[in-house]
């Protein structure tokens, strides 16, 4: 427990485990409306408990929240060296790599540099490591290896997906689209 009312793994508290009296600084922050405000009042609170993953992991949130990409992937960074059991900061930060690097073309679709790819995969990979019922990260694993170029792993990972949720309309999307990609991949050869 931090006194902030939260385990550092980012899960609530129950009533029973929260303290008597919430720190200022924690109730500053709940009724902060704003995201600038609430990001100063993060800032503060990482100050004084540094070691605290759950904090930065906030902070990424709000950063990423603000289009501020490349300090929401320090922050997430930072949250899962603090706590190598993270999940969440492992996948955010996946996406945050992800919008660092794309590019998109007049009549085509998003692309992402192949640096920045790379590193959400491995994001990616770890965060199912972690939770291995992850499905959301599995989708955007799935799609990763698509803009990759790997459709061999793209199906290996819609195979983990589709054992998860069968019948979403998603699992389905992605299913075509790996076959589409499969086709069109056939055909250039």
Known sequence: MNGWGIWSSGQPLSAQQQPQQKPSASLDLERAQKPQERLRLLRQAIRQSPKEANLYYQAGQIEE????????????????????????????????????????????????????????????????????????????????????GDLRQASETCQQLCQLEPESGRTRQLVQRIYEQYLTHNKKQ
Do not use: C
Not at 82 to 97: C, I, K, L, Q
């Open 65 to 148: 929240q603000l289009g501020h990409w490349e300090e929401a992937l320090r922050d997430y960074q930072t949250a899962f060296q603090r706590n190598p059991e993270f999940v969440d900061a492992y996948y955010r930060a996946g996406h945050v790599s992800e919008r660092l690097g794309e590019t998109y073309f007049l009549g085509k679709s998003r692309v992402v540099k192949k640096p920045n790819l790379r590193y959400a995969i491995s994001l990616y990979q770890r965060a199912i490591r972690l939770k291995p019922d992850f499905n959301d990260a599995y989708y955007v694993l799935s799609l990763a290896h698509l803009m990759d």
